[in-house]
């Protein structure tokens, strides 16, 4: 950017903003805390302090610095700052402000699902929004290198970062993977008050995140000392005033900051206080002055703010350490226990005094300001932030046809097939195959995306070719990069994963251009990422996770990496559909619905058939398996694919006389199977409920009980439908590698007798048949359970199994 110098006249704006920002944000807080303990009684934290450290910094940033291209993500508690600017420019209602923290109201941190001020990117589990700039940049970068969205300038990501939020891991997993991506256009501005939540932070952190960000190819500017401070360096004795600055432990310098000048005045002269030059350049200055001066710190002098920014002229990564005091410009400044802390009625009220502001009119924009109120206006209309129209971007969907061919063979896992199917995609010409992106930390061939990465290559800005290849090595796997290739291979790191999936699955909201992004990783390693993952989530991002191997399946390949609770996690995560098809047939439908429904943002009307907002979209999670597993020869029926999309469908329909079913989930298909058979001379008209989806059959179920208790007596879910005409006396046996609670409710639903067998304890390794049996989901089991819950003769099989 080549900047011509702000002119004294906006300057001066720029800094009445600056305080409106920080009263605005202030009386926000103010007004909603003391609304919500009247309500509820319950005591949330102020967050005053932590927003007041960013005003300059926020100030500076939208009200000058950036363009509609740019993205930012705000460190939760700057939130009120964050609606504070938005009113301002015209875009947050003073309603929602005066609900914050209320129904509906402005989001205590920033939302991009539940605000109205269009939120870039949300934030409120420390770290994750400082790692979604870095992967929304490279995925900008994945964007423009296939010559999409270059219609538009590139934008900078950026992210406001609490100083405690560095200790969160994840963001040096991304920085890392930022490293090794050749990330471009993205800044971190570091609010260094040296204060977390609880206290003070360790001396001397900044050395060692300079070090750190430029080991990493980061650019690295420090903000530490403001305009005055500066100047008053330049006067007689003022270097020694910088060495003690410089010297003074964080709590120190807090403290002080809290006391204000008299203290101030007497610790310098005690400490430095020469009676010549230093207590000179003291005593010059009254106890305010004083303060203002000590408090001068980079971080808020507008001046040297708007520099930094603006001096940026390269597309480096920049992180800027940005010394401020945490509560600046109120009275808990400085204070370590002012986190949670919540100005008093009568420190508001002495806050407002100091801002000319009367009482009544807390909420006009320019109340108590010098400029008269139309320049003010005449400013803010020409803010470049605020002149692009919606932030929103919209990109068109893709037509998905309703088949997507693959080639079933006898005898196939679904991970195979998944691989197999993918391989079909890549050879198409189509634009849904042009538009997915596939991503992995490191799994790639060993989640079977081989075949996809060997036709669609490996994405890099620049070419690389690979080595063995030139050298005639023979491989199974080409390993080329270019910047029109498809897959980008991450480091191990799982949160970055599910990063990487929040950015790419956000591009048709911050590119205007969509992807369908597809991941994949072990099934027990979603642990490590969760709460990035409920992060992308909540954003409403979009994408396709596909977890292989999964259970206890895995068997010989290790006890520790089995999983159990991941069917679960599959129905209680919001915002993801979670699928785990046991045949290579139902997986194929299961992916053509999938890479649709990720593209869906309806209104979210319920469907009368499955009672699913389906319309609204989301997600998907799809549990796969590596156990071959005997496929079905069959005709794709429609009824068949809806019944596999909805959650479930009758392997084998149960007789009039049935007594008992086995409903089962996934590569325990062949258990299931054999169990019935062995069982069939012995209950009668014995069923056989393939369950597809539990995350959806639940869910339907659940939302058709709402509609029904709403008046809609006539509501019935997928579930509801299949199980209509089981008998009462009919007992259950749900089966599936995972935990047993996952299909258990299906006793619920008309009070049939279940046995849930499933997976409650892992970590032993072995052949499959030894683990499923020392588990208790091999067919033996099955049976067991069966004669156990439908009482009648002896079932004779079940004694020759065992
Ligand atoms: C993952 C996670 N853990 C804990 C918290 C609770 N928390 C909110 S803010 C905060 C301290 C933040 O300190 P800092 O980043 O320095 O921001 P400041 O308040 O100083 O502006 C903590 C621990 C959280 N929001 N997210
Ligand atoms: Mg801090």
Not at 126 to 133: I, M, S
Not at 645 to 668: H, I, S
Request: glycine share 10%.
């Amino acid at each position: 950017m080549s900047q011509q110098p702000i002119s004294p006249a906006d300057l001066a704006i720029l800094s009445e903003l600056e305080l409106k920002v920080l009263w605005l944000a202030s009386w926000t807080i103010h007004n909603g805390n003391h609304l919500r303990e009247s309500e509820d009684g319950i005591k949330v934290g102020g967050h005053q302090a932590s927003s007041a450290s960013l005003a300059a910094i926020m100030t500076a940033l939208y009200f000058n610095v950036l363009r509609p291209q740019d993205r930012v993500a705000v460190k939760p508690h700057a939130s009120p700052n964050f609606h504070a600017i938005q009113y301002l420019l015209g875009k947050q209602t003073r309603e929602k402000l005066e609900n914050f923290r209320g129904y509906k109201g402005a989001q205590s941190y920033p939302s991009r699902t539940k605000d109205t001020d269009d939120v870039d990117f949300s934030t409120g589990s420390v770290g994750l929004g400082v790692a979604q700039t870095l992967f929304s940049s490279l995925t900008q970068d994945y964007v423009r290198a296939h010559g999409w969205g270059t219609d538009r300038p590139e934008g900078r990501m950026i992210s406001l970062v609490g100083d405690a939020e560095l200790d969160e891991g994840n963001i040096f997993e991304a920085l890392l993977e930022g490293w090794k991506q050749g990330l471009r256009n993205c800044w971190w501005i570091i609010d260094y008050n040296r204060q977390s939540l609880d206290a003070v932070v360790r001396e001397g952190l900044w050395e060692r995140y300079e070090q750190l960000f430029k080991n990493f190819g980061w650019d690295v500017v420090i903000l530490k000392y403001g305009s005055l401070q500066q100047a008053a360096f330049r006067e007689p004795g003022g270097e020694k005033l910088k060495q003690w600055i410089d010297t003074c432990p964080n709590p120190l310098y807090s403290a002080l900051v809290f006391q204000g000048g008299a203290a101030w005045r007497k610790r310098l002269n005690d400490e430095i206080g020469d009676q010549g030059d230093v207590t000179a350049l003291i005593e010059k200055r009254g106890d305010d002055e004083l303060a203002r001066l000590m408090n001068n710190l980079g971080g808020h002098d507008l001046p040297s703010v708007l520099e930094a920014f603006r001096n940026v002229d390269h597309d480096r990564p920049t992180c800027f350490i940005c010394y401020t005091v945490k509560g600046f410009g109120l009275p808990m400044a400085g204070h370590k226990d002012n986190h949670a802390g919540l100005m008093t009625p009568t420190q508001m009220e002495s806050v407002r005094t100091a801002m000319n502001i009367r009482p009544g009119h807390e909420w006009d924009k320019f109340e108590g300001l010098a400029t008269p109120k139309d320049r003010l206006q005449a400013f803010l209309d020409r803010v470049p932030f605020a002149q692009g129209g919606d932030r929103r971007l919209k990109a068109p969907k893709l037509e998905v046809p309703n088949v997507l061919p693959v080639a079933i063979q006898p005898t196939m896992s679904t991970q195979f097939g998944f691989g197999a199917l993918l391989n079909e995609l890549a050879r198409e010409k189509s634009e849904v195959a042009a538009r997915i992106v596939t991503t992995s930390p490191d799994v790639t061939v060993s989640t079977n995306l081989g075949p996809w990465v060997n036709r669609r290559g490996l994405f890099a800005r620049e070419a690389m070719a690979d080595t063995f290849k030139s050298e005639r090595i023979p491989s199974t796997f080409n390993w080329e990069f270019s910047p029109k290739s498809q897959h980008i291979e991450l480091g191990i790191a799982e949160m970055n994963l599910f990063i990487l999936l929040s950015a790419l699955g956000l591009s048709h909201q911050i590119n205007g251009v969509r992807l369908l992004p597809i991941g994949t990783l072990y099934d027990p390693f979603i642990a490590r990422g969760l709460d990035a993952l409920n992060y992308a989530c909540y954003q409403e991002a979009r994408f396709i996770l596909v977890a292989t191997p999964s259970g206890i399946t895995l068997a010989p390949e290790g006890g520790a990496h089995q999983s159990i609770a991941q069917p679960l996690i599959g129905m209680a995560q919001d915002g993801l559909a979670a699928f785990e098809p046991a045949f290579v047939d139902e997986l194929a439908a299961i992916m053509a619905f999938a890479l649709d429904y990720i593209q869906k943002d309806g209104d979210g009307a319920a469907s009368e058939r499955n009672w699913l907002r389906d319309e609204t979209g989301g997600s998907v999670y799809l549990r796969l398996s590596t156990r071959p597993v005997e496929q079905i020869k069959r005709e794709m029926t429609p009824e068949l694919r809806q019944g596999i999309v909805d959650g479930a469908y009758w392997l084998r329909e149960p007789g009039p006389n049935c007594q008992v079913v086995v409903a089962y989930t996934g590569a325990v298909a062949p258990e299931a199977i054999q169990a019935i058979g062995l069982m069939g001379e012995d209950r009668r008209d014995v069923g056989l409920l393939a369950v597809t989806s539990a995350d959806r059959l639940n869910a339907g179920w659940t939302a058709a009980h709402r509609a029904r208790e709403r008046g809609l007596v006539h509501a019935r879910s997928h579930i509801e439908r299949l199980l209509a005409d089981v008998p009462a006396n009919c007992g259950i046996v749900s089966v599936l590698d995972g935990h047993p609670a996952t299909l258990a409710w299906l006793g619920s639903v008309y009070g049939h007798r279940v046995r849930g067998l499933g997976v409650e304890h892992f970590g032993q390794t072995g052949s499959l048949a030894e683990l499923y049996r020392h588990y208790g989901i091999d067919a033996n089991a099955i049976v067991a359970a069966a004669e156990s819950i439908a009482p009648g003769r002896p079932i004779r099989y079940l004694k020759a199994l065992g």
